[in-house]
């Protein structure tokens, strides 16, 4: 089951309520990715906000659950995207630490 319009538009106001600044999403083979101040930040699959096993969010993230996005992906955390303390450290740790995707060019 694909994400519907309306949870990835309640992470963006969980996101938001957190006083998360710059948020945006993108749809990406049906689902989507979400951006904080143009990082990639959260992927949200099937309805659940899935963040990377980083180091830098094992001790936060330690009593969460975990799973697999899609098909082939590695395991992720599942972020409970309710929990807004919780939410907003996990989004500060990856947006200081995600790099802004390079720009690509197309090939003529």
Known sequence: MATSQEYIEFVCEQ????????????KMFGEYMVYVNDKPVLLVCDNTVFVKKLPELKELMSGAECGVPYDGAKEHYILDIE?????AKAVEILEQITPVPKKRTKKK
């Open 15 to 26: 996101l938001a309520s957190t006083e998360t600044e710059n948020v945006r999403y993108k």
């Open 83 to 87: 929990n807004r303390e919780l939410t």
